[in-house]
Nanobody
Framework: QVQLVESGGGLVQAGGSLRLSCAAS????????MGWFRQAPGKEREFVAT????????RYRDSVKGRFTIFRDNVKNVVSLQMNSLKPEDTAVYYC?????????????????WGQGTQVTVSS
């Protein structure tokens, strides 16, 4: 079956960096648009970034543009999120997700598969 497994979360001070990774199995990875979402306590899950199946196209939420970079390795079946200049408001559980096709959806409802999430905590 399809599995998405995130790793790389942790505790970091404001201004620091983290790299999240999501290893995919059970699907033809290169056929899937991959996304990162996050959910802070008491808030709804929100879009962070998404990347096309080939990696040439990306979308970001405005608040992370210039700080976060999404990229993928279709040989290793991994999608990653490099997060720089982290802020306390980036604190959340981060999820990777996948949807077959070519459109770069920002709505979580469009994604078919989800990982279990990894906690990112940014201290001030």
């Amino acid at each position: 079956q399809v599995q998405l497994v995130e790793s790389g979360g942790g505790l970091v001070q404001a201004g620091g960096s983290l790299r999240l990774s999501c290893a995919a199995s059970g699907l033809t990875f290169s056929n899937y648009v991959m996304g990162w979402f996050r959910q802070a306590p008491g808030k709804e899950r929100e879009f962070v970034a998404t990347i096309s199946w080939g990696g040439s196209s990306t979308r970001y939420r405005d608040s992370v543009k210039g700080r976060f970079t999404i990229f993928r390795d279709n040989v290793k079946n991994v999608v990653s999120l490099q997060m720089n200049s982290l802020k306390p408001e980036d604190t959340a559980v981060y999820y990777c997700a996948g949807v077959r096709g070519s459109f770069l959806y920002s709505s979580s409802d469009r994604y078919d598969y989800w990982g279990q999430g990894t906690q990112v905590t940014v201290s001030s």
